[in-house]
């Protein structure tokens, strides 16, 4: 597995005296840059870059991506340059901020706002320190108090839990989506009598959950009041045991070091392994008979196995051929042998936007991977599950994860973070599209050593000088990182506001493997609200 979930770095080193920046154009890929002396380069697009620019490297950007007045760039100095492997382009005016997932035990009052309505103005409501204080005086036409927060509902099985207190009549709970609450109306989700018991109530199941507005609390038609001190999503189900999982990359770890392996893997509560099946050039498992055994003494501790595949290129039209003959020696393997030494699964970590523009340019990789994951799924056919490794962010990307939903029946999120609040936002679009699709979604966490880096943040320069240029070529743009600070009239100039180490420790818990350790029982109790929750697995656990 690739640990870093980074984009490709599209530079490369350029000559320390430049004068034009050149984008040529190829007939099979995105367009290549060149900095030189010459003003024209045949069949290329060229700008001219002002006196004195010495360029370090080139950075282009994607298209549609413009600069404002910040720009982030992770990577290291390598070769004597500022090898850049990841950029972020704050914008001066962001965006009205995205909702989150609606939490899970918290009492959703604290950051919930209210709203009373009616005509007859017959409710008064107050709202402050996660309390809400309704009274209402009699009247026939309805009335109550609207409650509105900044979340989305998720898939995850809940009820609505609410602690009151409530005299003179009994108040009716309502839920409404987006359609609903256009039309003005809402769900019935049942009444909270007079009485100081707490109240649970169940989510109607036509509710759009991802569209959730607003909840309602109707006031009776007598004089009432009513005192919630919390209300709060409670999980509606046991808590369900799921498998933690690791991957095994060296085929001697299981091949020469099995009984250790199971006895370390047995410790650690762990019920799922990924490995990697040595093959014959033929096409078929190199030592059938040394997998079936490995796979017999796991199934005996209770443990699942897996085959792990991993390269970017297998998502090339010209190598899914070989990525199904692999999958086809595996299902050949199970079909020669008993239930007991069978491979539960096959699992591929293929990551194509590691691959450069060139070779797959970003706008064909989503078709490309669904396409690759349709001919594993056929060649592995209902002998062999299929799971597939992806990134968090494309929790973000809900057409390709619907798109893979009929061919992939896991997902594995590497989902890397050490943050318990961003790992449980960055896993939820995953849960959900398992919980929605009848599929699984595993949740990964890194544990293993991540290089460190450095984030250079530059600033629009005001007037003076600049250590980075960003260049319109050909209606992209392209940032030129210099030797040394360039001033010029007219040009778009950025000077090095800081740099900073990045070291890792919010990705990895490589050097607190004991703070894993305390989370996991937490994550995963949380994480079992989901039917589609599959497990956590965590890379380079041993």
């Given at each position: ?7 490709p ?40 870059l ?24 992770h990577?290291?100095v ?6 850049v ?52 005086r ?11 927060g ?9 009820l ?21 609450r ?6 019935d ?71 250790a392996?199971?006895d ?7 019920h ?46 010209d190598e ?5 003959k ?40 989503d ?47 590497m ?6 609040d ?108 989901w039917?589609?929750?599959g ?8």
């Amino acid at each position: 597995m690739i640990r870093r979930f980074l984009f490709p770095l599209l530079a490369m080193s350029m000559p320390a005296h430049a004068a034009t920046l050149h984008q040529c154009t190829a007939a099979d890929g995105p367009p290549r840059y060149v900095v030189n002396d010459q003003a024209r380069m045949q069949g290329c697009t060229s700008v001219a870059l002002p006196p004195g620019a010495q360029v370090e490297t080139l950075y282009p950007l994607a298209p549609g991506e413009t600069p404002e007045n910040t720009i982030l760039l992770h990577g290291n100095v390598a070769d004597g340059r500022f090898a850049v492997s990841e950029h972020e382009l704050p914008s001066a005016q962001p965006g009205p901020e995205r909702p989150g997932p609606m939490p899970l035990r918290a009492n959703l009052l604290a950051q919930m706002r209210a709203r009373t309505f009616g005509v007859e103005e017959r409710v008064q409501a107050t709202l402050e320190d996660g309390r809400l204080q309704v009274t209402c005086r009699p009247g026939q036409r309805a009335a109550g108090v609207i409650l509105t927060g900044p979340w989305f509902m998720t898939r995850a099985n809940a009820l609505l839990g609410a602690a009151y207190t409530a005299q003179g009549g009994a108040f009716t709970w309502q839920v409404a989506d987006e359609a609903r609450r256009a039309r003005d109306d809402a769900f019935d989700m049942g009444t909270l009598p007079v009485k100081d018991k707490p109240a649970r109530l169940a989510l109607p199941p036509r509710l759009d959950r991802a569209a959730w507005r607003q909840f309602v609390l109707l006031c009776p038609a007598t004089q009432a009041r009513i005192d919630v001190t919390s209300l709060a999503l409670e999980p509606d189900a046991a808590s369900r045991p799921a498998p933690r999982s690791t991957w095994v990359w060296r085929p001697g770890d299981w091949i020469d070091g099995g009984p250790a392996l199971l006895d370390w893997a047995a410790a650690h509560d762990i019920h799922e392994l990924f490995i990697t099946v040595p093959l014959k050039d033929g096409g078929a498992v190199r030592a059938p008979d040394l997998l079936a055994a490995f796979v017999r003494q796991t199934g005996e501790r209770g443990i699942s196995v897996y085959s792990v595949d991993g390269d970017p290129h297998m998502v090339l039209a010209d190598e899914v051929p070989a990525v199904v003959k692999r999958v086809q020696a595996y299902a050949a393997y199970n079909a020669a042998q008993p239930p007991d030494a069978r491979l539960r699964g096959v699992q591929f970590d293929v990551e194509p936007y590691l691959l450069p523009d060139n070779m797959l340019p970003a706008a064909r990789r989503d078709a490309a991977y669904v396409a690759m994951v349709r001919a594993v799924k056929a060649a592995a056919g209902n002998a062999l599950a299929v799971d597939v490794v992806v990134p968090f962010w494309w929790g973000k990307n809900q057409a390709l994860l619907d798109a893979l939903a009929p061919y992939a029946d896991a997902m594995t999120v590497m989902d890397y973070r050490t943050d318990r609040d961003q790992i449980v936002d960055f896993a939820v679009p995953f849960l959900d599209w398992a919980s929605a699709h009848d599929r699984q979604a595993r949740i990964a966490l890194e544990a293993g050593p991540i290089d460190p880096e450095v984030q250079r943040r530059y600033v629009k320069a005001a007037g003076g000088p600049g250590d980075l240029l960003a260049v319109d070529v050909g209606g992209r743009q392209v940032l030129a990182l210099l030797r040394r600070p360039l001033a010029a009239q007219d040009a778009r100039l950025y000077r090095l506001q800081a740099t900073r180490a990045i070291d890792g420790s919010a990705t990895t818990f490589h050097k607190d493997k004991a703070a894993l350790l305390r989370l996991l029982p937490g994550l995963e109790q949380h994480f079992s609200a989901w039917n589609g929750f599959g497990g956590i697995a965590i890379h380079e656990w041993r």
